[in-house]
């Protein structure tokens, strides 16, 4: 199984559909391996541990909001009724602490905020 260099493996892992299943079968001819073991080396990152991180600690997020200038973005990209709704209740705008990407929220706390970008939930307080 050690047999299949890297470089084949990670060309294999970046394919998908008919393009992966051909070169599979090119692969498991060229190296004489079976099909089940170059699968399980596609998986594992050939035999590899995977990453650890060396700090283990979660980064603390901040709970306070970095509140910007709304009238400085712009939220009128769609023209539905629902989305006039949800713009009248747009009270500030603040930066996702994960992305930096900037959220329209209403002046509510505690609020808790999922990023359309990265998904990251946050609970600002303040």
Known sequence: MAG??????????????????LEIDRITK???????????????????SAFVPENKETPTLPTTANVL???????????????????SSVAQAILCPGCGVALGIPDVR????????????????A
Do not use: W
């Open 4 to 21: 299949v260099p890297e470089h084949e493996i990670s060309a294999l892992r970046a394919l998908t559909g008919y393009e992966q299943m």
């Open 30 to 48: 060229q190296y004489g391996v079976s099909e089940a073991e170059l699968l399980q080396q596609m998986s594992t990152g050939n035999g590899m």
């Open 69 to 87: 200038d709304k009238s400085n973005f712009r939220f009128e990209y769609d023209p539905s009724a629902e989305a006039e709704q949800r713009r």
């Open 110 to 125: 505690p609020i808790k905020v999922t990023c359309p970008e990265c998904l990251l939930e946050t609970v600002f307080d």
